[in-house]
Antibody, heavy 122, light 110 residues
């Protein structure tokens, strides 16, 4: 199970911090990547970033300069920081699990959190 | 800018079969496996299909998918009222450093 947590409301130009608690299994597995996807009515679903427990990460080029994803294996958590937010970053943010090529459900996002709403406004 | 194109909406009657298309290019659908997701109103997306046509356990066999060249499609047979949802395709795009792409979604009305 994936459970996101976040501030709900963030002011423009500030840094957004999101955390995903992973329960029911360890994130220290080579079978899955962990990551974040956001959804807005205007742009639909947008992949942001993905990370393996080793720290190897991959970012969407459109947000790469503002986003950092990292894992805390001691807490079984995956987190995302996004700097210099604007109104365009207002969205529902989902924590996701994606199978690697070695996974039974390879190359697909097989588990999603319920999502956390983030509004960027002053 | 790479993109996956889906029709914004479609409809069907109970028991009918409907298909949803997803059009891409050589840099995405043409080279990489496609997955499909169902999103019920107010809920998170749920995986329906991976690896172009494979169903995770628990997904009814009423849902099937295929791919040909740079286009993929999802078929739902024996349509039920609970199938009313938005459906998204997704795949990896090799260009621009690589990124995951999602289609714009198709709203199915039953």
């Amino acid at each position: 199970r994936l459970q996101e947590s976040g501030p709900g409301l963030v002011k423009p130009s500030e840094t957004l911090s999101l955390t995903c608690n992973v329960s029911g299994g360890s994130i220290t597995t080579s079978l899955y990547f962990w990551g974040w996807i956001r959804q807005t009515p205007e742009k639909g679903l947008e992949w942001l970033a993905t990370i393996l427990y080793t720290g190897s990460a991959h970012y969407n080029p459109s947000v790469e300069s503002r986003v950092t994803i990292f894992v805390d294996t001691s807490k079984n958590q995956v987190s995302l920081k996004m700097s210099s937010v604007t109104a365009a970053d207002t969205a529902v943010y989902y924590c996701t699990r994606r199978g690697t090529t070695a996974s039974p459900v390879r190359n697909a996002f097989d588990i999603w959190g319920q999502g956390t709403v983030v509004i960027v406004s002053s | 800018q790479p993109m996956l194109t889906q029709p914004p909406s479609t409809s069907g009657t109970p028991g009918q079969r409907v298909t949803i298309s997803c059009s891409g290019s050589d840099s995405n659908i043409g080279r990489n496996p496609v997955s499909w997701y169902q999103q019920l109103p107010g809920m998170a997306p749920k995986l329906l299909i991976f690896g172009d046509y494979l169903r995770p356990s628990g997904v009814p066999d009423r849902f099937s998918a295929s791919k040909s060249g740079t286009a993929a499609s999802l078929a739902i047979s024996g349509l039920q009222s609970e199938d009313e949802a938005s459906y998204f395709c997704a795949t990896w795009n090799d260009n621009l450093g690589g990124l995951w792409l999602f289609g714009g979604g198709t709203k199915l009305t039953v």
